[in-house]
């Protein structure tokens, strides 16, 4: 975030704070049709077009450091294995053997010489090629060139590798514009992947993200945690292309005059600007992942729906690069992410009561302001991806914020 970006937004900052109503000109959001969390034509027109055409999170090069080493993913109920091949590239394979489907690895993580198939040991080297064949003699006209593993799109900004299963998709880095502009001291920056939990809730998966595209529930359920350290009515709100958007939320004055108490000892990734001291820029990078991002490290929060009503949250922190394995301040961070399990309980605490409400119909549908216009432009780019023609009308959510939308 770059000098011109930084005066952008503390203008807009003291708009947000000064203004009495939206301003000029911001259309009036219809709600947004309950279906979209409980119909399960929707839920399948997610599944076939959302996830097997957009760029998702799958691993850090952290996570991935030496020739051979492979991670195990679950996109979107996809298994994916990510692997750094001995000529140091790091390439994508859907985790299921070329002969009858059986997994080549089972680990979560772990290092190879060969990707193994556990069933009948067909073997595939770090490239994905078959290179192994027990009894090779007993197959007609096999060959061995046709059958490599089934390879899968994989791109990286920074050290964050994506996967997409459209092999004909934009490049990854086209398709986040301009978020590698806006964030390309993040991108810059040397980070390791520090700590990595799952959470499983039982909720749509846009019911759980959407919590984290808005700061107006922070003064109701937040109140002596994200209400004392972010100043609400200062946030300022981007949407972008693709259905990126962002939050950028001004700390209190008094946090700013004590500093941030559970990471003052944390030292702060290379390059880090002001901004990252004295806001939380919250990033949403389209269509499921959020990332808070702070100085001193921050998490990837990464929704995946496992069932209509049924999601799981990876977060994954990132942390300034260290020396050795052990973090010197693991202590401080253990306290840090104490505290984030504090407040992420208490979004928690409202999710499975909203989606047995959403399916009762109970309220009608979803009512947004000007503040939470982040949902409404994902739920729009959800349906762009899908195609309107595919989805039933009363589901649609049409594109009213075309006109808001920014290239920076």
Request: a negative charge.
């Amino acid at each position: 975030m770059d000098t011109a970006f930084n005066a952008v937004y503390a203008e807009r900052s003291d708009y947000e704070r000064g203004r009495t109503g939206p301003p000029d000109g911001f259309p009036k959001l219809p709600g947004i049709p309950l279906g979209r969390y409980t119909d399960t034509q929707f839920y399948e027109l997610e599944r076939q077009h959302l996830w097997r055409s957009t760029w998702l999170y799958a691993a850090h090069v952290s996570e991935l450091a030496t020739a051979g080493s492979y991670k195990l993913c679950d996109i979107a109920g996809a298994p994916i294995v990510v692997v750094h091949g001995d000529d140091g590239v790091i390439r994508a394979f859907f985790n299921s053997c070329r002969h009858r489907g059986a997994p080549v690895v089972r680990g979560a993580c772990g290092q190879a010489r060969m990707l193994v198939c556990q069933y009948h040991s067909w073997g595939y080297d770090l490239c994905g090629n078959l290179v192994r064949v027990p009894d090779e003699r007993d197959f007609v006209g096999l060959q061995r060139d046709e059958l490599g593993l089934p390879s899968v799109r994989c791109e990286q900004w920074g050290g964050w590798i994506f996967v997409n299963l459209d092999h004909d998709a934009m490049p990854l880095l086209e398709w986040l514009h301009p978020i590698p502009t806006v964030l390309a001291e993040v991108g810059a920056a040397p980070f390791r992947m520090y700590h990595q939990t799952s959470e499983v809730i039982r909720c749509n998966w846009k019911v759980l993200a959407e919590g984290f595209l808005e700061v107006y529930h922070a003064r109701t359920i937040h109140t002596n945690t994200v209400a004392k350290s972010l100043d609400g009515r200062g946030a300022v709100m981007m949407l972008f292309d693709h259905g990126h958007q962002n939050m950028i939320t001004p700390l209190q004055q008094e946090v700013l005059e004590r500093g941030r108490e559970d990471r003052q000892a944390l030292p702060s990734f290379e390059g880090a600007t002001e901004l990252f001291s004295t806001t939380n820029p919250a990033h949403g990078i389209f269509p499921n992942l959020i990332t808070p991002l702070d100085a001193k490290g921050f998490p990837f929060l990464v929704f995946w729906p496992e069932a209509i009503d049924r999601t799981r949250l990876d977060i994954v922190w990132f942390a300034p690069e260290w020396e050795g394995d052990e973090h010197p301040q693991a202590d401080v961070w253990e306290k840090r992410l104490a505290g984030f399990d504090v407040v992420m309980g208490e979004d928690y605490a409202n999710l499975e009561p909203i989606q047995r409400s959403i399916e009762s119909a109970a309220h009608g549908a979803q009512v947004l302001n000007y503040q939470e216009r982040r949902i409404w432009h994902v739920h729009a780019w959800i349906d762009k991806i899908i195609g309107p023609d595919r989805i039933p009308e009363h589901l649609r959510v049409p594109d009213l914020l075309k006109d808001w939308v920014e290239d920076l």
